[in-house]
C-alpha cells in the first residue's frame, strides 16, 4: 500500500535586499517643482512629480531611519501627487517589505512595473516577494522575463532554479542548479536543491552525495540532515536515516520531523517510540493529517483498534480525500465483519481514483464470501485489470469461476496466478488471510492437498494476527474439510 508522502521543509536562502529602487535627490527636480506641500503631509489638492519626488526623498530618508509609519505616508502623498511615478511604488514596497506586509509589497511593485515596465530590478523585487509568497508560478513568469533580457543575470537565475524545485520541476531545474553549482562550488544550497531533484526523481546515490557535500558545507543546518534522512530511508538506510532526524530534531524540533522518524522506527518495529512521535507530531500541529495516519496504523498493529479507527476518522475528517486512510479503515471494517461499512469506504475511493486496486479487491473478496459471485467476478476483474501481478485477486477469481462450474476460467487463473509466483512477480508484502485463504483453495482445486494445508495454515495465523475472527472460522473450516484436525491451528505451518 503505498505511503504518505510528505513535502520537504527547503532550505531558506537569506533573500532581505533592499527592495527599494535608487531615488533621486529633491534638488535634482526642485527647480520644476510647484510649491512645496505643508509639512504635515496633508493629502496635496495639486499635481506634480516635482513634488511627489519631494516626498519619495522624505520616505527614503524615513526609511533610513526606519520610521515607517512616516514613510509609509510620504509615499502614500507621493503616488497621490503622481500615480505613474515608479520609484514612489517602489519606495512604498520597501516599506512593505521591511514591516513584513508582503502582500503589500507586491502590489506596491506590480503598480510599480505598471508605471515602467522597463527596469530589470522591479521584476526581480516582485520575484523576491513572490518567493515568500509561495507563488512559485510567478516567480518563474518574473525570472523568464529578466533572463530573457539578460540571460547572465546571476541571481535570478538561482532563484529561476529554485522555483523550478518548488513547483516540483525536478528534471528542469537540475540543469540549472549544475550551472549554479559551477559558479558557485562553496554554496550548499545549490547541492542541497540539487540532492532533493535527485531524490524526488529517485536517483538516491547522487541525491546522497549532493546532500553528503550540502552538510559538509554547512554541518549544522538541520533542513540539509532532513532530506538526508529522508533519501536514506527511502534508499533503505533506516538506521542512517534515524541517525540523521535525530539531529534534525535536536536542532529544529518541527511536527512533520517527529512524524517521519515515526516511520522509521515503525520499519524497524520499534512501535513505542513510533507512537510517541506521532502523538509529539499531533501536538505541534494538530492539523498535520499524516501523523493521525501514522498513528492509525501503529494502533491497528498493535491491536488498539478502537483507536486506530478514531485516528483514521481524523484522518478523513483533515482530509476527506485521503485514500489510505478509508482503504486500511476499509479493512478494518472487513476484519471485523462490518460489510456495508467497509463497502461504503470502499465506494468512496472508487469515485475518487478509479485506478486504485484495493477497493475492487475487498469488495470482490466480501461478494465471494457472500455468494455474490457476479459481482465478485466483475470487481475482482477490475482489480485484476489495474495490478495484474497481484495473484490474491487471481486465486479468488479462479475460486469462483470454480464455484460457477466454469472450470476452464477458473484453472486459467490459477495457473496464471502460480506462474506469476514462479517468476517472483507476486507483492508479497501485501499478503493477508484473504490471500493465503485463496491460495489453498486453489492449491486444493490443483490436487496438492499438502501444500495447500500449509498456505491455510498461514492464512489462519494470519487472521488471528488481524483479529478477523469470521475469517479464521472460515478457514478453519476448510482445513478440517482437508482432514487436518481443528487443534493444528496452533502449530508452526511449515513444521
Not at 509589497?105 to 513572490?130: C, E, G, K, M, S
Not at 542541497?192 to 554547512?218: H, M, N, S, T
Request: glycine fraction near 6%; hydrophobic fraction near 35%; proline fraction near 6%.
Amino acid at each position: 500500500m503505498s505511503k504518505p508522502y510528505s513535502t520537504p521543509e527547503f532550505a531558506p536562502e537569506q533573500d532581505y535586499p533592499n527592495l527599494i529602487a535608487t531615488i533621486p535627490p529633491a534638488d535634482v527636480v526642485i527647480a520644476t517643482s510647484p510649491t512645496v506641500p505643508p509639512a504635515d503631509l496633508a493629502a496635496p489638492s495639486l499635481s506634480g512629480q516635482g513634488v511627489a519626488m519631494q516626498y519619495c526623498e522624505r520616505g527614503r530618508k524615513s526609511l533610513a531611519l526606519k520610521d515607517y509609519a512616516q514613510a509609509r505616508s510620504a509615499y502614500k502623498i507621493a503616488i497621490e501627487w503622481c500615480p505613474q511615478l515608479a520609484v514612489a511604488h517602489s519606495g512604498m514596497a520597501q516599506v512593505c517589505y521591511d514591516v513584513q506586509d508582503y502582500s503589500g509589497a507586491l502590489t506596491a511593485l506590480t503598480a510599480a512595473i505598471a508605471a515602467d515596465p522597463t527596469p530589470v530590478n522591479f521584476y526581480y523585487q516582485r520575484a523576491l516577494v513572490n518567493k515568500i509568497l509561495k507563488n512559485y508560478d510567478q516567480v518563474l513568469v518574473d525570472c523568464q522575463k529578466i533572463l530573457a533580457h539578460d540571460p547572465n543575470h546571476s541571481s535570478a537565475s538561482w532563484l529561476n532554479a529554485v522555483a523550478l524545485v518548488k513547483t516540483e520541476k525536478y528534471q528542469t531545474a537540475l540543469p540549472k542548479l549544475d550551472r549554479h553549482i559551477q559558479t558557485h562550488p562553496q554554496d550548499p544550497n545549490g547541492y542541497y536543491y540539487r540532492g532533493v531533484c535527485y531524490e524526488r526523481l529517485e536517483k538516491f546515490p547522487q541525491a546522497l552525495l549532493d546532500l553528503d557535500r550540502a552538510i559538509e558545507l554547512q554541518p549544522k543546518h538541520p533542513i540539509f540532515h532532513h532530506a538526508r534522512g529522508r533519501t536514506r530511508r527511502k534508499s533503505g538506510d533506516l538506521p542512517g536515516a534515524l541517525i540523521d532526524f535525530n539531529i534534525t530534531i535536536d536542532r529544529k524540533p518541527e511536527a512533520i520531523v517527529y512524524e517521519e522518524r515515526s516511520e522509521i522506527y515503525r520499519s524497524l518495529g520499534d512501535s513505542d517510540p513510533a507512537l510517541k512521535d506521532c502523538t509529539r507530531a499531533i501536538e505541534l500541529n494538530p492539523q498535520l493529517v499524516g501523523a493521525y495516519f501514522r498513528r492509525g496504523l501503529i494502533y491497528a498493529e498493535r491491536g488498539d483498534i478502537d483507536l486506530a479507527l478514531q485516528d483514521y476518522g481524523n484522518t478523513i475528517g483533515l482530509n476527506p480525500q485521503h485514500l489510505d486512510a478509508y482503504i486500511q479503515r476499509s479493512w478494518i471494517y472487513f476484519r471485523q465483519n462490518n460489510y456495508n461499512l467497509a463497502q461504503a469506504d470502499c465506494q468512496v475511493v472508487q469515485s475518487l481514483d478509479s485506478t486504485s486496486f484495493w477497493p475492487n479487491y475487498i469488495i470482490g473478496v466480501i461478494a465471494s464470501i457472500s455468494g455474490l459471485k457476479r459481482e465478485a467476478i466483475d470487481n475482482l476483474t477490475k482489480a485484476i485489470d489495474i495490478s495484474a501481478n497481484y495473484v490474491s485477486a487471481r486465486y479468488h477469481r479462479g475460486i469462483v469461476y470454480h464455484q460457477l462450474g466454469d472450470i476452464t476460467n477458473a484453472m486459467a487463473d490459477f495457473e496464471q496466478a502460480r506462474l506469476l509466483q514462479s517468476r517472483g512477480l507476486e507483492r508479497l508484502v501485501d499478503r493477508d488471510e484473504t490471500g493465503f485463504y485463496a491460495e489453498g483453495i486453489a492449491l486444493q482445486h490443483l490436487g496438492q492437498p499438502s501444500t495447500a494445508r500449509k498456505v491455510l495454515l498461514f492464512g489462519a495465523l494470519a487472521a488471528k494476527r488481524f483479529n478477523n475472527n469470521s475469517f479464521h472460522q472460515l478457514i478453519q473450516a476448510q482445513i478440517e474439510s482437508l482432514g487436518l484436525q481443528s487443534g493444528d491451528l496452533s502449530q508452526d505451518p511449515l513444521n
